[in-house]
């Protein structure tokens, strides 16, 4: 058995690799193994060793939800919805959906043109403001 720690890995997922260890292999052994110095069995039962490249910057930040309001001076403003759901998506308003990856603009099909216009310039301010690496 093995525990497999990747040059990224911080020592607090090593501690629970280790504690979890022995609820997966209960009296045995481990030997850890760095990237790069893997043993030949290790990938033989992966099914071989294969490029897999630098890994994914995936956010852990929680999906949100806005609602692209248009005011009656003209201006535009977003409303954060908490504790969201599909319901919440009516066909006559522009919402913009942050799913923590990958930001969406959602289109009610009797939404205002102005609206649409609108959130899609708001989507792209808040990816130009967000400090997690996203494009």
């Not at 999906?63 to 201006?75: E, Y």
């Not at 799913?99 to 310039?121: L, Q």
């Amino acid at each position: 058995c093995w525990i497999w720690r990747g040059k990224e890995s911080s020592e607090q997922e090593f501690n629970v690799a280790e504690k979890f260890f022995s609820t997966l292999c209960p009296g045995r052994e481990f030997t850890e193994l760095s990237e790069g110095s893997e043993e030949d069995g290790f990938w033989e039962i992966l099914g071989g060793q294969e490029d897999y490249g630098p890994p994914e910057y995936r956010p852990v930040f929680p999906p949100r939800l806005f609602h692209v309001q248009k005011m009656i001076s003209g201006r535009t403003r977003l409303i954060e919805l908490f504790d969201f759901k599909k319901d919440d998506l009516v066909e006559d308003d522009v919402m913009i959906l942050d799913t923590g990856r990958e930001v969406f603009v959602w289109v009610g099909e009797k939404s205002d043109s102005n609206e649409k216009e609108a959130a899609m310039k708001m989507a792209e301010e808040y990816l130009d403001t967000d400090p997690s690496f996203r494009n």
